[in-house]
DNA sequence: CATGAATGAGCCTTCATTCAT
DNA sequence: TATGAATGAAGGCTCATTCAT
């Protein structure tokens, strides 16, 4: 049901999807939702709560600890573009359509967002201090929307797997562009 | 008058932007916009392009040739900080309004943001040869995401300089992350 | 829900006839309009074509075949005089409302009026032959305008019954007003 | 100016003429129609005056008084076809789209067709006794139905001469359906 | 005088949301 | 419980009408 939301939202946007057809989608009446999921607002939220959840276990459960600085930030990234690849819906509807409006859910919106920025920064930091953590964050904005950038013009290119994105973007932030 | 549609347009986004809303910011009634401008489609898309090509030629004019890649790229980087920073709205409806999909507009901003690419791949590559810009693509895309989130972090820091910003980035996609 | 449209077509005409008034005289909401009939235009359409079905119907039972011409004239006027009074709104409606000329349906009425005329031209036809229905075509379009027109000083009439307002209509066409 | 008005309205219909295209047709700027004609309503009630005072006319004077009924009538009716004929615009305007809504001229169009139909009534009346104008009535009625029926045809068939159209008309009203 | 420019008001249409079954 | 059916509320768009020039 959620699922069905999810692709909804992606392909429409929130204004433009209607109730019905994510009713439809989802094979289930209209009522059914509010009953199960509430109003729009909340449904939509739902969605971006549960697919945030979803990314950062993968990238969590992708990056164990105690591994060097790099090679956590390598598997990182391949969770990350490997989630982009098979759920493209739940990416577009995270990162696109939830930017849109400062409607009721804003906060709602930005909070899940921010918790994907705080795990990549956590990545990057050598070390948990607060301080540490704070240095490293707009180097975690930078790097997501590298990635996404990245991934986006992997739409294009299919053949690319993740495993090549992920060396292409460690070339980019990791070993530089200056000419060694 | 535009100016007004972007400022609402930022702030609601597309659908929640009133006519009515939009007409008051610009200290005129309705009817002036729909004949001035035509129907919300097109004065969303009139707002997109001029902004876009506001953008564009602040970035070119930036970026005189015969530079060395490295300074070119800190320019380019920072005219479009500076832009961001001077004309908030604006990047907003470019950047978080302007990607929602299934709109009449998609095309529109895609074709603005592929421009965009365009310059940046052209400015990474060492000669305009054909492979090499291909070459240079991905990379490219990279770097514009990466400028856009930062970009993002910048918004919620405005005491944060476009200069500042340009060295963040710069010691991320020109030096690399990489401890040496 | 249909009659109450007839009605209030009948009596502001299309354009004037607003979607909320409809809504009101049928005693339901406007979308339940919109659900069951469409827009403004398939409304005035769908009204069209059930007023002129059922005034086809009507004349055609009423007359039966293998009657002698006048007769058959006489009932069929009968039942046209007996429809106008019985159902003034969906006469007027068919008659006058429905000429105005411009909007997009105008094929739509001109079709089914055209239906009316033809089954009139059939009742003055001695044979079906397609030649014989072209030459009383235009004696259909004066029938059905002089019964229109004797109906309408029927309306300031109420005594004169439908029977009545037959045989004065029948003296002018078919006994003539030649004195003998 | 009136004329353009006509032209327009007999087009468009009343309510989907605009004044601006009425004001272009005329060749003057929209104040202008305000100034000397009045509003949209009014402009349309002095379009029906003039227009039916232009037949009223015509009529009045093809039949001199003294003649015999049927030649009185032969010529009434040629002098109606002829304006029809030669003013279409003038013709659809007064028979279409005037009679449409109850709107404010109403009153306008009943009074000038009852105008026409007294005329009528006088020209079938053996003398200009009260009860015998009482009798003649209805069969005016009758008779303006008739032809303004025709007329309907007529206007698909240009072909078609007034002189034509009387003697159909004749042939229906005087002589009778009847075969002899 | 003639007009370009501007607006108030109103109508069609849609959709999130909820009862009664 | 699940739903078909119904609606309140709101937004885009147009047009008759009028000033200021």
């Known amino acids: ?79 990350f573009f490997t989630f982009v690849a098979e759920h493209r819906d739940s990416w577009i509807v995270l990162y696109r359509q939830a930017r849109v409006q400062g409607g009721p859910f804003a906060g709602e919106i930005a909070a899940a967002r ?20 704070a240095r490293s964050t707009p180097v975690a904005h930078a790097l997501v929307g590298a990635a996404e950038g990245l991934s986006e013009w992997g739409l294009d290119h299919p053949e690319e797997s993740p495993e090549a994105l992920v060396n292409r973007l460690m070339k980019i932030v990791w070993t530089g562009l200056a000419p060694k």
């Open 1 to 79: 049901m959620l699922d069905a939301a999810v692709g909804v939202f992606s392909r429409r946007g929130f204004h433009l999807a209607a109730m019905d057809e994510i009713a439809e989608a989802a094979g289930v009446s209209k009522p059914m939702i509010y009953a199960y999921l509430g109003a729009k607002d909340e449904l939509f939220i739902a969605c971006i709560r549960r697919e945030a959840q979803r990314l950062m276990d993968l990238i969590t459960a992708a990056v164990p600890a105690g591994l060097a600085p790099h090679e956590q930030l390598r598997r990182g990234l391949l969770a």
């Open 114 to 133: 921010g918790r994907i920025i705080v795990l990549v920064a956590g990545l990057l930091a050598d070390s948990p201090h607060e301080e540490e953590l």
